[in-house]
C-alpha cells in the first residue's frame, strides 16, 4: 500500500494554500502538525477526494485517484474536523444509514456496526439519539462510521478537538488499535497526541512541508538549541522579553525558564533533549496567531 502526492497545489485565487507538496506515504501514522492556515485541511480533502488539485496529483498504488474513480473510495476512511451528525438518528441507526451510503450490505453493515460501536465504548448507547451524546462520545462515533469500509487510508482531521483529557487517551487508543495495516493521516494542534501514536511526523508551514521525519529522530534539527536555567522573578521577566521563552514554572521562589536559542542564553543554561512541542514552537511559536484554518 502506496499513498504518493506529487507536486500537489491548490490555489485559491492570487492565495496557494497548498504548494508543490510531495510525499511517499506507506502504512503508519502520520501526524500533520501546523499553524493555522498552514494547508492541513486542503491537503486532506484533496487526499480525500472533496477538492481537486490545481495541479499535481494523487496516486494510490500507482494509479492516480481519476484513474481508480469511485474505486478510490472504497480505499478511504474520513473524519472531517466538523462532522455533521442527524441529531435524531441513534448511534445504530447513523451507521446502518453511513454504511449504506459507503454501498455496504445490510448484513455486513449489520455486523461492522455491532464490532465497531464496542470498539469505541458505545454499545451501550447504540439506542440513544446523538444529541444526547457527549462531545467525546460524539468524536468516537465519528471514528467509528469513518472505520465503517475498513479503510486502508483513514483521515483524521482535529479528532481530539475539545476532548477533555481522559477522552483525548481513550480516543488515542482507539486509534492506535485501528491503524495496524493502515495509512492513517492524523491533523491536530495538541501536539501531545501525535507525539504518543505518530510514526512519522509531517509539519506544514506556508502550504509546505518543513519536514517529514520520523518520530524517533524528528527532533534531531533543534538538539543544542534548548535551554534550561532558573533566575529570580525580575530576570525572568526581563528574559521573556528577550529570548524565545517556551515554558516557565515557579518553584522555590525561583523561576524555572525553558528556552529556545541557536547559542546559550546565558552563561548558566543547561541544554535539555527536546520535545515535538520544542520543535513546534521552534518553528511556529513567535508567528501571530491567524484565525482560520484552510
Known sequence: MELQLQDLRKQYGTKCAVNNVNARLVPGVYGLLGANGAGKTTLMRMICGVLKPSSGSISLNGKTIDELGEQYYTHLGYMPQNFGFYPDFTAYEFMLYMA???????????????DLLHMVNLSDVADKKIKSYSGGMKQRLGIAQAELNNPSILILDEPTAGLDPKERVRFRNIISDVSKKKIVILSTH????????????????QGRFLLQEPMTTVTNSIKGKVWELSVDER???????????????????MVRLRIIEETA????????????????????GIEPEKQEEI
Request: hydrophobic share 40%; aromatic share 8%; glycine share 2%.
Open 100 to 114: 449504506a451510503v459507503k454501498g455496504l450490505n445490510k448484513r455486513c453493515a449489520k455486523a461492522r456496526t455491532k
Open 190 to 205: 495538541i501536539v501531545s497526541d501525535v507525539s504518543y501514536i505518530a510514526d512519522t511526523i509531517l509539519m506544514m508551514k
Open 235 to 253: 530576570t525572568a521577566a526581563k528574559y521573556n522579553r528577550k529570548f524565545s521563552v517556551v515554558n516557565l514554572h515557579h518553584e522555590n521562589n
Open 265 to 284: 542564553p546565558t552563561a548558566d543554561a543547561q541544554t535539555v533533549d527536546p520535545s515535538l512541542e520544542d520543535l513546534f514552537l521552534y518553528h511556529f
